[in-house]
């Protein structure tokens, strides 16, 4: 069996936060700074679920009123191996979002864009023979526009109102895990290119980063880390027939904290993204705060 540069052979491995697949203000609602991945198991299949709350205004006054808006996201995901050092990360979404209008309450439910992502470990010390244990990855992937995308919603304030893109999208990133006895630190940068939809319309690329310190307690079979870090997002502008479009440029700086813990094969994980600081559409939306939760079974 490989031996684990971070923990005991076999068990668990820790993982950077990894990748987002739409942009800085809603969209597919997963959103970059939630991650492609577990901390605590390197190879797993389980189930995600996400919520997101923003705000939004259309900024044409000083008193514009501000209308809720919500993203909930049920994900089935997980990272599966296919040979040494290789694996294969998917995530297949299914969304419910809301939103409050002059007129009432607006919403939409559905399939969102699944994500294939092939990840290959480029780098890994051994724990009995360096000081500091590192683990890096790269990775490349593809998003598919299984998500319906409504070209209605290009004319909302906040053109992330979607199930999808609608477009083929192209993602590529780098993990890098340092470990030092029971504390560590999991980074992460990636990047999304997005392409033009059969609408016309695209959605800007994104830069996605983060960083967090955790601990971990090994007991027998149980396992527990709490989390504390930051994590962005950075989102070009939106085109449509090869225009810009004004005002969908963003960028968001998160405060994470969170838990992972496990029991045998069964891990169970939570975490909080606060924003720290924010331009989203020129000031037109505000976030108010990310929530995730997590339960997965390690292979």
């Known amino acids: ?14 993982q950077s936060m990894a990748l987002g697949k739409c942009d800085a203000c809603g969209c597919s609602a997963s959103g970059g700074s939630m991650g492609f991945g577990s901390f605590l198991t390197s190879r797993f299949v389980g ?17 514009s009123p501000w209308y809720k808006e919500s993203y909930n996201s049920i ?11 290789a694996q294969i990360s998917v995530l297949a979404p299914y969304h ?13 439910q559905g399939i969102g864009d699944i994500t294939v992502l092939g990840l290959y470990k480029v780098v890994q010390t051994k724990t009995d023979t360096t000081f500091f244990a590192h683990t890096v990855q790269l990775g490349a992937g593809v998003k598919a526009p299984t998500g319906t995308y409504d070209a209605l919603n290009n004319g909302s304030i906040n053109p992330g109102f979607q199930l999808g893109t609608g477009s083929w999208d192209y993602l590529f990133l780098i993990e890098h895990t340092v470990k030092r006895k029971k504390f560590g630190l999991g ?63 963003g960028n968001i700086l998160f405060g994470r904290i969170g838990f992972e813990t496990a029991l045998k094969k069964f891990s169970l994980g939570m975490n909080a993204l606060l924003p720290l600081s924010q331009d989203l559409t020129g000031g037109r939306v505000d976030a108010k705060f990310r929530l995730g939760v997590n339960l997965n079974y390690s292979l």
């Not at 419910?96 to 009432?104: I, K, L, V």
């Open 1 to 14: 069996m490989e031996t684990d540069s971070i923990t005991k052979p076999g068990r668990f491995h820790f």
């Open 47 to 63: 189930v995600r679920y996400i919520y997101q709350q923003y705000s939004s205004s259309d900024g044409l006054y000083a008193n």
């Open 75 to 85: 994900q089935v995901w997980g990272r599966i191996p296919v040979f040494k050092n």
């Open 96 to 108: 419910f979002n809301s939103r409050d209008t002059e007129t009432g309450s607006h919403s939409i």
């Open 187 to 249: 980074s992460m940068v990636n990047y999304v290119v997005k392409t033009v939809n059969d609408k016309g319309y695209r959605f800007g690329n994104q830069f996605n980063y983060a960083s967090t310190l955790f601990w971990l307690h090994e007991q027998n079979d149980f396992s527990f880390s709490p989390q504390l870090g930051l994590a962005g997002e950075v989102s070009a502008s939106n085109y449509q027939y090869g225009q810009e479009v004004e005002k969908t440029k």
